[in-house]
């Protein structure tokens, strides 16, 4: 009520300001003309009652301007005045103001957008209801080598779902493509498979629709399809009537079920269908670690009570479940599977957090840098003001009213740094999200939301304040007495100055060299990881493509075979293609994870042989890639039409079983007891299939149709990408060309994932490459502010000198000392915040760890030339006022004052 | 000024205003008399604090106001009291007697 009334009455006098004032004069003049016509009542003259109630009324303008006083909507007219006045300040000193505020606004705008980028990658949850109970089902099995493993069978997966007591409910999942015909043009999707619990897992139910059932997991049954909104908009116009169609995928009618809601999103995923992922329970061994597995915590379990859990039924699920044709039953004690969930956040952030933190403190501290030098801006300025501050101080005015007027100064810089630098965040994060150069997590959920507004404008402010500190502490409470006494500023007064910004300086040196040492640090690391031979030669001169041959439109293995090595064949007759290949997986892409036996080398029935990585190659997959072949020869054509079991491996393979690459030629591998004996043909050269900051992972390559017993047919594989060796690469018409090739051959396969070789190998170095930018940004302008500061200081201890300078140079000191004064001083200051810096790498680039490659976090030659540099440049900085100390002309400087 | 006279004790000067205005509108100057007739000249108000209450008073509701002509047909800003500023002033005269009487209780006892 009266808060109302407050308000109200606040805002009608500040509305009707020139009314409501000159209604308070009246009434304060009837006062004083009531009270002296009460004296003249009282017989007294009019002159002298004037004066008896001047005397005791007191002055009747101080009265009106008590009353005026009163109320909040005077405070906030005071604080738009002295807001004016503090534009009109900054106005006048536009140079000053628009440096100051564009450091800021670059400061302010990339400690945003980083910040965007890790609230949005690592502090939000996952966009599901109570995410933090979503945990990924990876286990470890180090008997077989495998420190994380990501993937999990249908045994495990069915004996979790029956027995478990932690989890609310476990789903597998499994990416796939098929290819969609009788649609529109024969289209390959990937489609995302899940069982029927996936979705309630995620909290996750269809726009419209159904969801699936538990009969939807059985392979015998028929089989569905749920759509994803943007699939069910670009594919059937947004129709409310799909429900109940059916949809072709690889030659198989698909009930559709529904439409998913377009929020969902999951693990960064792309996928067009969601279909049931189906097993036949009687069919079930305990082997095919190839799906992927999620779970619900009940409430208030927690990971490690779900990891016991699980623990306890690994055994289980071996008395349960067959063992894997040709293995034992003891297989899972003997890979020594155990489980080690994680919450499906981390699974899906992988160690990208690393990162994401060390740049975030990298960029504040290039923002901490740029306060400093603002701040150095702002003691100049008010040093000029100090005679103001001094008189105002001596009229009267009160040392918090100075110190709200310098803040108001800072804090309004502060806020319009903040301003332009959402307007950079902004642009930032569009680029960074479109560009698709970080190869982030989560990255399509980054945008600047009300999170990222509120933190740029709070440490606008906060910066504000910051940078006004140190002016107002200095300044704020000026000293009167010292202050009046004379013209000129003190000698005091100017060497406690001075002493501040120096202080400033060695701060920034300081930390401009630690941005310097990291940013060398990324640099050395990126140089070492693009001088790794990835075990590929120009992978930019290598167009690739997948092509999947379905089963519903070719059955036989032989024709599918034949049509892959037609299209081959007529790809190579493109002009400007110098050889051609494919394989199952494109380097840097995996392949598929199983044991290898060496046929002299005797596995006790325990023991698991090591797992090795499996490719399968097309003849000439080598020589076009550009990998060498050192022992041995190639995989031809006649070994994979007459099904010869041939083999070839790669060099750290063959090291690892033989010593030596020529002493692995001949021997006879396989992957399981029950298969026959592959012999090796060849030595590759080793492949850096995992990144290049991970060791190459030993690699066997297979003909891409493969016999594994005299008994069973041969296996082929229907999903090959192609590698295509051209200096054409990527123009549009090579593409067409290469359209029109396999369509000749047969045109209802779809072309996928059109890329080059050249874009998956830097995907791979993303990272890298986005941490190194990031702070070769940072480190620059560190740099470029640290040198701006040493520079401002001399110039303007050089300025305040200058009669000293005259003198010396009257007195006649030569030049050169003249000049030594003030680089010698920009030494010191540069000096002493080298050597912080330094101490301080030292300890924080050792948190640098996890990003570097090839080069030690403590690496002493990035850490010399990055002090170098600064040096160098600082020298630079303090030399260049000096030399104008230098040629300062006695007679001028003497005459000045 | 009077050797008496004293400044009003803080907090009172509200109910001192909302006591005289009681009997009926006053405008400032009216007040400001009246009160120093009825204390004795004991109460002496400055005019800056006797209108700056009437702002809070008026803000908080108690008081209503009006430009009218005095009986001397001059216009003049006349306060008069609200029923709210009638319960204040019962209350906080109410309160104020029990502290009073308190206070006056404590002095007089022997101890």
Redesign the interface.
Known sequence: MSLWRQILYGIRKLIFRRDHDQQLADEVQHYFEEAVKEKIARGISENQALKQVRLELGNPLSARESVREYGWENHLEIFFTDLRLTFRRLRKNPSFTITSVLTLALGIGATTTIFSVVNKVLIQPLPFTQSDRLVALTHTAPGVGMKVMEQISPSLYFTYLEHNQTLEGIGLWNIRTQTVTELMEPEEVTVLAVTHLFLPILNVNPLFGRAFTPADDDARNAKSVLLTFDYWQSHFGSAQDVVGKNITLDGNSYEIRGVLPSSFRFMDQKFSLLSPLQFRRDAVHLGDFSHRGIGRLKPGITLEQANTDIRRMIPLASRIFPPSPGFNSTMLADAKVAPVLMPLKDNLIGNTGDMLWILMTTISIVLLIACTNIANLLLVRSEGRYQEFIVRKALGESSGRLACELFMESISLGIMGGFIGLVIAYAALQTLTASGISNLPRLEEIYLDIHSVVFSICIAILSGISFGLIPVWRYAKPNISLGLRGSGRTQSQNRDQQRTRSILIVCQVALALILLISSGLMVRTSWELSNIDPGFKNPNQLQTFRISIPHSQVQEREKVLRMQNDILDRISLIPGVTSVAFSSQLPLEGGVEDPVYAEDYVHSINEMPGVRRHKGISPEFFSTIGAKIIEGRDISWEDIYTQKQVAIITENFARELWQTPALALGKRLRNNFDEDWSEVIGIVSDLHDDGMNQAPPQVAYWPTMRKYSAKSPPNITRNVSYLIRSDRTNSSTFIQELRQAVAAVNPNLPIANISTLGEVYSRSMAKTTFATILLIIAGSLSLILGVIGIYGVIAYSVSQRIREIGIRVALGAPLKNVAGIFVRYGIILCGVGTFIGLIASFFLSRLMHSLLFGVSATDLATYFFATLCLFLASLAASYIPARRAAKVDPAVTLRAE | ?DEQSTDVIQGTLDMLILKTLSLEPL????I??RIEQISQGVF?I????L??AF??L????WLNSE?RQTENS????FYSLTTAGREQLEAETKQWTRRADAITRVLKAEI
Do not use: D, I, V, Y
């Open positions: 000024m405008h400032g100057f009216g400001a008399k002496r400055n005019p800056g604090s209108l700056t702002q809070r008026e803000r908080m509701g430009w001059r216009r003049a800003k």
